[in-house]
């Protein structure tokens, strides 16, 4: 692994984790103070120049990633790709991408005032992809996309950075199941998404997947600053697809699920059913 690569991951992590304190916490319960394997990280981005996925994609190509699989989300609206690297100790890498033509002139308008705020230069270079957000929106601008679309509210609050990490459960030392993962991330406090069940995927499909739900964070607005969900940490546990050959994809049906984790109004329901002692 080449120097600047592991220090591309680094400064990610570093970027990430300054959103999502908990998944340093996650670390020390899950790792024992040994190091964790990522599985996979995770991008979003909007189907419009300069940063549309293929775009994004050559940082992870200058480095050695080859694109494996290609993924549709049609209730959200979005394509995705993975990538993987020669080097198996290298996180997978997931990048996924808002087809904006296929909302409202609202949500459209919004996202192109956003995109155009962008300078095309920054995104050539490798640490755009944990840079942020490179323009001003107001609160009722983000508003107005939750209404449509958590994923590009999201994307207006945070801009470019890991979404999300993903524990590689395989390489876990202690644990032999993502029960277990669950199990003890619950004793120790922290909240499971629960959309599809906790547990997305299953041997079956060669792939099983739970997450966190996100952070929440102070996110300054052009006219105020307002606490939203930020970044969450996903744990995957892969089955043999052929002796001693571990399935490498990923599983729409169970991503679609994994996106939730961000979702501020699942995050209401789940907090409304507990008052109501439903959960």
Known sequence: MS?????????????????TPSAAKVHQVLGQGRSIINDHVAFRTFNIAPVRL????KHFEAMGYKACGDYAFEAKKLVAKHFEHADPQLPKIFISELLVEEFSPELQRIVKSLVAQIDAAEVAKPEFLYSGAHWQISSTDYEQLLEESEYAAWMAAFGFRANHFTVNVNELPDYESLEQVNETLKQAGFRLNTSG???????DVFLEQSSTMADHTPV????????VPSCF??????????????YTGFVAASADK?????????????????QDGNV
Do not use: C
Request: no cysteine; glycine share 2%; aromatic share 14%.
């Open 197 to 203: 069940g906790e547990i997305k995927g299953s041997r």
């Open 54 to 57: 293929e775009t994004l994609a």
């Open 233 to 246: 940490y996903e744990f995957a546990k892969r089955y043999e697809v052929a002796p001693n050959q571990l």
């Open 258 to 274: 994994i996106f939730e984790s961000t979702n501020a109004r699942s995050d209401a329901r789940t907090d409304a059913q507990e």
């Open 220 to 227: 300054r607005f052009s006219d105020m600053e307002k606490v």
């Open 3 to 19: 120097h600047s690569v592991e220090q591309f991951f680094d400064n990610l992590w570093n970027d990430y984790i300054k959103l």
